[in-house]
């Protein structure tokens, strides 16, 4: 579980670097950092309780940006109350362990999404495809009527 934590933080430090997944990025970060320095050394009723918290209020920072990562983070919070359940009835913790990891990669993808939709280029306006590929529509319209109307570069 550890390399997977310094995993999903090399990949949101990465994440950070484009101004789509900024925010959603940072977000996810601070609520790791809260979590890393104050939550996870704290007995069983303070953990479950404390990181469903964390969870609802990381969910309403990101709702207005990242739907889905949203969602992710308030269907983290009842998964919190099932891992309450199996430490109260002494249960093993790994099938909470699995689903708080798989809930938390696909916000992490979800986030990450925003790369696909604006490309990793900051000033991209086209078509992922168009932009990947150097489609630019201008240069064949010109090369059809013989005009000048698109920028010389």
């Not at 009842?78 to 199996?86: D, E, I, K, T």
């Not at 490309?119 to 013989?146: E, I, V, W, Y």
Request: net charge positive; glycine share 4%; with cysteine.
């Amino acid at each position: 579980m550890i390399y997977m934590d310094w995993a999903i933080l090399f990949i949101c430090v990465l994440l950070l670097i484009n101004k789509a997944t900024r925010e959603g990025a940072f977000i996810f970060i601070s609520a790791k950092v809260i979590y890393s320095l104050f939550i996870i050394d704290t007995s069983a009723t303070f953990y479950y309780s404390l990181t469903a918290a964390l969870n609802l209020i990381s969910g309403m920072f990101l709702q207005y940006k990242y739907k889905i990562a949203a969602i992710c983070a308030f269907v983290l919070v009842p998964v919190n109350v099932l891992g309450f359940y199996l430490w109260v009835n002494y249960y093993s913790p790994d099938l909470y362990n699995v689903i708080s990891g798989i809930i938390i990669i696909i916000q992490l993808i979800a986030i990450s999404m925003r790369l696909l939709t604006h490309g990793s280029s900051r000033d991209n306006n086209q078509h992922p495809l168009a932009f990947l590929h150097g489609f630019n529509s201008n240069k064949a319209c010109d090369t059809m009527c013989k005009t000048a109307s698109s920028k010389k570069q």
